[in-house]
Antibody, heavy 113, light 106 residues
Framework: QIQLVQSGPELKKPGESVKISCKAS????????MHWVKQAPGKGLKWMGW????????TYADDFKGRFVFSLEASASTANLQISNLKNEDTATYFC??????WGQGVMVTVSS | DIQMTQSPPVLSASVGDRVTLSCKAS??????LDWYQQKHGEAPKLLIY???NLQTGIPSRFSGSGSGTDYTLTISSLQPEDVATYYC????????FGGGTKLELK
């Protein structure tokens, strides 16, 4: 069956970088886009953007342009989210999601000095 | 950008009640709307896709309707396990989530 399995929780200091992975299985990775969603503690869901898994082209929502990078390791059926120059407000759970309602379990990223 | 407004933000209801959650788009989204349920500490779960299509495995007490800018999720008979936050989201132009409706038991 289709599964998206994300990497483990991260604890980082302000200014550091983090890379989160999302490994897909149960389907042809390049057939469906991969989306990224942020959920700050106690808050709602916020769409960050998506990456075309066939061409590798990313599209970022306005609030996520600059420090956020979507990438692929297509041979490993994996999508990645990298956040640079981390800020306290980046503390959140980050989900990957593909069309059809498939979501990863989420990765909690905590940014604290 | 398309904005999605859900109402009410919090809804208290009793077991067995018929519950209606609303979602309003800032412009016509051509029925390109899904509904998700999120329980505490879990990933969102798809309930309804393309306005009124029940996802496989979802109980038939859930239903969706709407068109244009106005959409509704209905639970015909509220069950204790339905306590959760519900989100609509549109994919007519980009993706936008509504702010959510937190459903509680009275």
């Amino acid at each position: 069956q289709i599964q998206l399995v994300q990497s483990g929780p991260e604890l980082k200091k302000p200014g550091e970088s983090v890379k989160i992975s999302c490994k897909a299985s149960g389907y042809t990775f390049t057939d469906y886009a991969m989306h990224w969603v942020k959920q700050a503690p106690g808050k709602g869901l916020k769409w960050m953007g998506w990456i075309n898994t066939y061409t590798g082209k990313p599209t970022y929502a306005d609030d996520f342009k600059g420090r956020f990078v979507f990438s692929l390791e297509a041979s490993a059926s994996t999508a990645n989210l990298q956040i640079s120059n981390l800020k306290n407000e980046d503390t959140a759970t980050y989900f990957c999601a593909s069309p059809g309602g498939y979501w990863g379990q989420g990765v909690m990223v905590t940014v604290s000095s | 950008d398309i904005q999605m407004t859900q109402s009410p933000p919090v809804l208290s209801a009793s077991v067995g009640d018929r519950v209606t959650l609303s979602c309003k788009a800032s412009q016509n989204i051509n029925k390109n709307l899904d509904w998700y349920q999120q329980k505490h500490g879990e990933a969102p779960k798809l309930l309804i896709y393309y306005t009124n299509n029940l996802q496989t495995g979802i109980p038939s007490r859930f239903s969706g309707s709407g068109s244009g800018t106005d959409y509704t999720l209905t639970i015909s008979s509220l069950q204790p396990e339905d306590v959760a936050t519900y989100y609509c989201y549109q994919y007519n132009s980009g993706w936008t989530f509504g702010g959510g409706t937190k459903l509680e038991l009275k």
